[in-house]
Each structure stands twice: as structure tokens, then as C-alpha cells.
């Protein structure tokens, strides 16, 4: 249904996500964030929630119907983008997180997604453009040449001109190694540029009059593999030197592909150098004779880790409408008497009152919320770590490394559990296009995909980021989760709660024991088939512990309240969604560890050709 505002946000949560569990005032006042108070921090989560609501939204569902088209004069995406995209900027939401140096707010990275779950999930496909424009943004600000910064970071931080991240060729996907795309010097700092990508979001449009894309290419006789790959900003238009506008630089969008949701979000084949006509300068200037091997890889790495914390944020967003959307639903929606209603009465209550329906809401209620609060926890890492010096700060960096994979693969899981939980609260009507569940669920299917595979999150979880540094970082993490069991176990009403998460860490303990086992004999392949099923435990018990650790907070916060004071529904929900979490997600996690432990083999040891389709 076109112009239809179906975004829902609650103000509330986020406010106690950041203020109340993640505390973010704690971080302000002092450098880099001196500048700001708490008072700041709560008005711009004001004025981001007004302007998620009042404005994005109503772009939703319009932009989704009318999706992009490719013309002889390059991508058209939908109408009301153009001025949303004018808005946006104007607003400074891109600018959040941005350095005042830069003309930015300077606000830490908390605030930063918390903005950027509501303005990615007011309208997703919208927001790719700004998040990427932003990413490469800050590509360039750390690895530039001066000269680079100079001549592309204000216009892609005022939205004169966008930015992409290009990476996947039809036959380099996950194996970005495999890429063909070359690079040939010209002698004068540039280099000519030929090859084909596939699926670069936002790769063409006319949102902006240029496009920058930051690019792997392989420089001719450097290795093979992703070791052999330089970074090269290659502009659509060409710069001159004055910074104003030159000749096209051979970069042609041959295609836009027809998928299953983000329609709004063009997603385009790119030729590069088609008539031999493309250059590309290399990131940070000419390679050094001494340069690392991979350090386009490298490079890439930074726009990277901050793309998959957006996808992320981006999944908690869209989970978190959706399931707002489908309580509101459920509360209007008569249908079947209550369960406990005599014979005779037949009269249809809403939903809400069934159990089974209870079921999906506060199943989905906890689970945003638990990816909330873990997304929340991952990023605090990485400002506090702005905040440390020393062993401390390469301690906190680290720390949040690890969440990495952890906030791209099991947020964006989630999503799609929820999209799809959400759109079943609706039943019939929730597959039809009357209601938004069907896009929320169509949107969301492309996030455990894009920005390497969960699967391959998985693998750097088990395959890296385990094992670094000695395994520090994941004993760091289980320290801090027993730490927190203690305090729920001696919480007087809290032994269930205790219980299962220290349950979930005998069995995470036990994954970790058997890993060793798997390695020191060799079995690897049990590793690696078990890979996705660890990550799911681990996150699962992360969410817990911040779960009831906010459940504490409310408990505190209820002791302090009046009886009639409408924050007192609000705490008994966060302490109702740690119980349901730690009651009915936690105990499961047992029985995978048991799984992942037993080392099965059955996947594993079939002849390809007995998975079928031979008869
Ligand atoms: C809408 C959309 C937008 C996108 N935007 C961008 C963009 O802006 N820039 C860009 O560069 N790319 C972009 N991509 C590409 C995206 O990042 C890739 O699709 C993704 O990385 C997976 O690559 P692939 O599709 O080739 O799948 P494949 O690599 O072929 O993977 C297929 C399956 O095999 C699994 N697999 C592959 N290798 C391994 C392995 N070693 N071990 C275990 N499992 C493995 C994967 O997990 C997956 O399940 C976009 C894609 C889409 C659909």
C-alpha cells in the first residue's frame, strides 16, 4: 500500500538500551567526546526518532513499488528519494559519529547506531545509499593520500557525490581472491582500469552527481589470490584538479538486478573500462615497494567491518518495526473466543490473548531486544577503547572485534526470524501487500547474505577470531558473562535465570574443550561444519547475560517507582523478556553443544552424489 507510514519505533527501549544499560553518558564530557553532554545525546535521539518517523517512513512502501530502473542516461531510483536524500543531508544524519574536524557531530559510535536503527529502519533500502556514501567516507579519511582526502571527503560527507564498496565479480563472491579485474599502470599516478562487477549497491543512481567507488583490482603481475589485490578509487566522473567535474570515466551500469526486496536499493553490474577508458588511482597514492602483500584487502577490511555492523543495525531496525507492526495487530485483530471462555460464549477477542500468539510477540520482543542490547555492548567496546590508552585500548579493540560476526550473523538471523514470526501474527493478511510484514520479511532475507555470508561470519568467529591473541578474547568474554552470573544468582527470584545461563556456559565451555580435541586431532571439518551452530550458541548466551543484566536494572528501577507511573509496564517488559529468554532460548543451547561435541560426521562423509537428484 504506497504512502502508507507503517514505521514504528519505541523511543522507550532505546532510551533505556542507551542511557539506563549501556550508560553512553558515561562516555561524555571527556575527550574524544567532550564536547557533548547527556542532554545532547537525548535530543538528537529526539529529533533521529522524529525524523525516522515523520519523514523516511512515509518513503517506505512507494519507494518499494515504484524500485529502480536502468535508462540509456544511467539508474533513475524513485521519485521521493531525491528529496529525502537532499533532507538527510542537510539534517547532518549522516554525520552523527563524524569527527568535528570533519564538520561532523563527533558523537561515540553508541549513539551512532542507535540512529542508525532507526533511520535504517524507517526505509532499509533508502539508507544504503547515505551508510555507504558514509563507509567510503571514512575509508578515505583513514587511508587516503592527503591529496585524496582533500579532493573527495567533503563532497561524499555533503552529499554532493555517493560512494560503494566494490568488491563481488560473477565468479569471485565469497572468494573475493578470484577476482579478474586489472589494473595496468599509465605512468602518470594513475592506472586503466578493466573488468566486470556484479551486484554493487548503489553502483549507479541519480541521487548525486557523481559516484566514487573504492575497488579491488589486481595490479598486472602482482599474486594471485587476495593477496595479490590493490584498493583503487575510481570515480564515474572524473575529478579535476579544481575539484569540479571532468569526462566520464568509463564506468557503465550494464544492468539492474530484479530481486526480492530492497527494490529501492539499486543493485548493479558495473563495466569498468569498456572502451579502455577507466582510471583508477590507488588508495593512499602508489603502492610502496615495500607495501604488504593483500593491503588492498587490508584496506578493504576498515570499510568492511563497519559495513557489517550497519547490516547488523540495519537487521535489528527492520526486526524491530516488524514486530511492532505485529503487536499493534495483535491487539486489534477479534478473531476466536479465549481459551477460557465457557461453551457458550463465543465472542472473538484479540489475538493478543491467545497463548500461541503471546508466544510470537514476546518471542520477538526478546529477541530485538536482545539483539539490541548486544549490538549496544559490541560498539561501547570500540569507544571505550577510543577513551583507553595502551594495552588497555588494543584489549577493548580486540574485544570488539570479536562481536564483529557476532552482531552481523545472529542480528541479521534474527531478523528474519522476527520478519517472518511477524508476518504469521498476521496471518493471511500478512502475506498480502495491505499490510508491510510481507516487505519486512522480503527486505530482510538479503542480510545474513551480503557482506560476507553468515556462514563466513561464522568461520571468522571459529577459524580467527578464537583463537587470537591466544584465545584471550573469547576468555575475556566468558569472564565477563560468568561475572554477570553471579550477580543474577544472588538476585533473590533470579535462580532459574541463574541457572540456565551458567548452563549456557558450561555448554559453551564444553564447545571449546571439544574444538581443541577436534584441532589437536586433526578435525578441522568438524570445526568448520559446526561453525554456524557455535556462533548461535555464543550469541545466544551473550544476549542473555545483557539481558538480564537490564533485568536488574529494571528491578532497581521499579523499586523507585509509584504504582501508577507508566514506566512501570515498561520494566516489568524488559524483566518479562530476560525470564522468557533465559527460560525458553538458554536451555536448548545445552543440547547443541552436546551436538557440536559428539562430532557427527553424517554431512560430512556423503558421497557428493548420494545428496541426490541422480534418479
Ligand atoms: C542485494 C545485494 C547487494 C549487494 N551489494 C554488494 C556491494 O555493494 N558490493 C559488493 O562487492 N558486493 C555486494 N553484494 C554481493 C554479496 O556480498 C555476495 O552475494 C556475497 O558475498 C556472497 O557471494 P556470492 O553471492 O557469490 O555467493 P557464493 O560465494 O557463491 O556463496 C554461495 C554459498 O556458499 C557458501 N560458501 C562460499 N564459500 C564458502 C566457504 N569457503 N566455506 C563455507 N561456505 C562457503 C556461502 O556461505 C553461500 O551460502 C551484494 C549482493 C546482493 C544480493
Same mark, same amino acid.
Given at each position: ?151 573527495? *571527503?567533503?563532497?561524499? /560527507?555533503? #552529499? !554532493?557525490?555517493? &560512494?560503494?564498496?566494490?568488491?563481488? @565479480? +560473477?565468479? =569471485? ?96 553490474? *558495473?563495466?569498468?573500462? /569498456?572502451? #579502455? !577508458?577507466?582510471? &583508477?588511482?590507488?588508495?593512499?597514492? @602508489? +603502492?610502496? =615497494? ?326
Amino acid at each position: 500500500m504506497a504512502d502508507t507510514n507503517f514505521y514504528k519505533s519505541d523511543l522507550r527501549e532505546l532510551e533505556f538500551a542507551l542511557f539506563e544499560q549501556a550508560r553512553v553518558q558515561d562516555l561524555l564530557g571527556k575527550a574524544p567526546y567532550a564536547h557533548l553532554t547527556e542532554e545532547d545525546a537525548r535530543m538528537v535521539m529526539k529529533e533521529a526518532h522524529t525524523f525516522a518517523t515523520e519523514v523516511i517512513g512515509p518513503t517506505m512502501s512507494g519507494t518499494d513499488a515504484e524500485g529502480c530502473t536502468l535508462t540509456p542516461a544511467g539508474v533513475k531510483v524513485p521519485a521521493a528519494l531525491k528529496p529525502l536524500w537532499k533532507q538527510y543531508f542537510e539534517n547532518g544524519w549522516h554525520a552523527v559519529t563524524l569527527p568535528e574536524s570533519r564538520g561532523g557531530m563527533g558523537a561515540p559510535h553508541l549513539l551512532g547506531v542507535a540512529v542508525l536503527e532507526l533511520m535504517s529502519g524507517a526505509n532499509t533500502a533508502f539508507h544504503m545509499y547515505p551508510g555507504l556514501t558514509q563507509g567510503a567516507a571514512n575509508l578515505i579519511a583513514a587511508m587516503g593520500s592527503p591529496e585524496q582526502r582533500e579532493r573527495y *571527503l567533503t563532497r561524499l /560527507e555533503n #552529499g !554532493q557525490w555517493s &560512494g560503494t564498496m566494490v568488491l563481488t @565479480e +560473477p565468479h =569471485a563472491g565469497s572468494d573475493v581472491g578470484l577476482s579478474t579485474t586489472k589494473a595496468v599502470k599509465n605512468g602518470d599516478g594513475s592506472y586503466a582500469i578493466t573488468g566486470n562487477k556484479i551486484f554493487i549497491s548503489g553502483g549507479d543512481h541519480d541521487l548525486a552527481e557523481n559516484v566514487i567507488h573504492l575497488a579491488l583490482a589486481r595490479i598486472e603481475g602482482a599474486p594471485k589470490g587476495t593477496r595479490g589485490l590493490s584498493l583503487f578509487i575510481i570515480p564515474k566522473i572524473r575529478v579535476k584538479d579544481d575539484g569540479s567535474l571532468g569526462a566520464p570515466n568509463d564506468v557503465t551500469c550494464t544492468n539492474i538486478e530484479h530481486k526480492m526486496g530492497i527494490h529501492a536499493s539499486a543493485t548493479c553490474a *558495473l563495466a569498468f573500462g /569498456e572502451k #579502455g !577508458q577507466c582510471q &583508477g588511482w590507488p588508495l593512499g597514492g @602508489e +603502492p610502496r =615497494a615495500d607495501e604488504e602483500p593483500g593491503a588492498g584487502m587490508q584496506k578493504m577490511f576498515v570499510f568492511m567491518n563497519g559495513a557489517r555492523i550497519s547490516v547488523g543495525t540495519q537487521s535489528l531496525g527492520v526486526a524491530s518495526t516488524a514486530y511492532l507492526n505485529a503487536l499493534e495487530y495483535a491487539r486489534t485483530r477479534l478473531q476466536g473466543a479465549h481459551f477460557k471462555s465457557g461453551r457458550g460464549d463465543k465472542g472473538a477477542v484479540p489475538i493478543i490473548m491467545h497463548p500461541d500468539v503471546r508466544r510470537m510477540l514476546i518471542d520477538m520482543k526478546a529477541q530485538v531486544e536482545g539483539c539490541r542490547a548486544l549490538l549496544l555492548h559490541a560498539v561501547m567496546l570500540e569507544d571505550r577503547a577510543l577513551q583507553a590508552d595502551g594495552p588497555a585500548a588494543e584489549a577493548l579493540h580486540e574485544d570488539f572485534s570479536l562481536f564483529i560476526p557476532l552482531v552481523k550473523a545472529h542480528l541479521s538471523d534474527v531478523a528474519l526470524h522476527v520478519t517472518s514470526t511477524a508476518l504469521q501474527v498476521y496471518g493471511g493478511a500478512g502475506y498480502t501487500r495491505d499490510f508491510p510484514a510481507e516487505q519486512y520479511y522480503r527486505d530482510a532475507r538479503i542480510f545474513p547474505i551480503y557482506e560476507g555470508t553468515n556462514g563466513i561470519q561464522a568461520l571468522d568467529l571459529v577459524g580467527r577470531k578464537l583463537s587470537q591473541s591466544g584465545g584471550a578474547l573469547i576468555q575475556r568474554l566468558l569472564k565477563s558473562i560468568g561475572e554477570a552470573q553471579a550477580r543474577v544468582k544472588a538476585t533473590s527470584g533470579y535462580e532459574r535465570e541463574a541457572q540456565a545461563l551458567g548452563q549456557a556456559l558450561a555448554a559453551l565451555q564444553k564447545v571449546l574443550g571439544q574444538y581443541m580435541a577436534f584441532f589437536a586431532s586433526g578435525r578441522m571439518d568438524q570445526i568448520l561444519v559446526s561453525a554456524t551452530r557455535f556462533l548461535e550458541l555464543l550469541s545466544r548466551a551473550v544476549c542473555a547475560w545483557l539481558l538480564l543484566e537490564g533485568a536488574l536494572i529494571a528491578e532497581a528501577a521499579l523499586k523507585g517507582i509509584s504504582a501508577d507511573n507508566r514506566d512501570r509496564d515498561f520494566y516489568l517488559g524488559k524483566i518479562g523478556s530476560a525470564r522468557y529468554y533465559a527460560r525458553n532460548l538458554l536451555p536448548p543451547l545445552t543440547g547443541l553443544a552436546d551436538v557440536i561435541a559428539a562430532g557427527d560426521d553424517s554431512a560430512l562423509t556423503l558421497p557428493d552424489s548420494a545428496f541426490s537428484l541422480g534418479f
